[in-house]
Structure formats: C-alpha cells, structure tokens
Nanobody, 120 residues
Framework: QVQLVESGGGLVQPGGSLRLSCAAS????????MRWYRQTPGQQQEFVAA???????NYADLVKGRFTISRTNAENTMYLQMNSLKPEDTAVYYC??????????????WGQGTQVTVSS
C-alpha cells in the first residue's frame, strides 16, 4: 500500500504565501515523477507543477515565477512553495506521484487534497 498525504493548506490574504507538503509512505521502492494539481468546484482538474526524479521541473503558465516545486527524496516528501498568491489560486490542491511499490508495478497515486483559499 502507498499513501500520499497533503498538508499545509489554509486561508491566506492576496499576496501572501503558503507551503504545501505531500508525504508519501507505505511499501515504496521508488518514486518517479511527482506532481501538483488543483481543482475548483465545477471545473476540471488543472495541472500546476511537476518534478521528476532527475530534478527537472515543469510549471503551468499561470503559476510560473510564483510557485516552486521541490522534493526531499530521503523523506519521500514533495513541497509546493506558493508566493504572491491570488484569489484565482483558490482551489483544492492534490498531489500525484508515479510510484513503484516494493511489490507490483508502477502506478499513479493521489492524495486526498488540501484546501487553499486566497481571500481578504
């Protein structure tokens, strides 16, 4: 079993910052690409950022220059540093990872989501 758990969401004023965390645990052999997505009610899930095991990053245009994705391999944890937050960043943020478990094939795993609200 592999679990992803997000944390760090909350309420922040426009222009503020938050750092989200995604901790992977369980029977993990290796973690490959890790990603952040977000979703607002009635909207499709939206890609935010990705970081592969080699350190290459990819960002959605809407967050480039404001968000930074990182990870600590030793702790199987991914982060999303969000600066200069805008009301339109309000969403539930989900982490996603391509994981090879100790037993079995590589699969995609999702966290339960963490709410980020940007409002004055």
């Amino acid at each position: 079993q592999v679990q992803l758990v997000e944390s760090g969401g909350g309420l922040v004023q426009p222009g503020g910052s938050l750092r989200l965390s995604c901790a992977a645990s369980g029977s993990i052999f290796s973690i490959y690409t890790m990603r952040w997505y977000r979703q607002t009610p009635g909207q499709q899930q939206e890609f935010v950022a990705a970081l592969d095991s080699g350190g290459s990053t990819n960002y959605a245009d809407l967050v480039k220059g404001r968000f930074t994705i990182s990870r600590t391999n030793a702790e199987n944890t991914m982060y999303l540093q969000m600066n200069s937050l805008k009301p339109e960043d309000t969403a539930v943020y989900y982490c996603n990872a391509d994981v090879r478990p100790i037993r079995g094939n590589i699969g995609g795993y999702w966290g339960q989501g963490t709410q980020v609200t940007v409002s004055s």
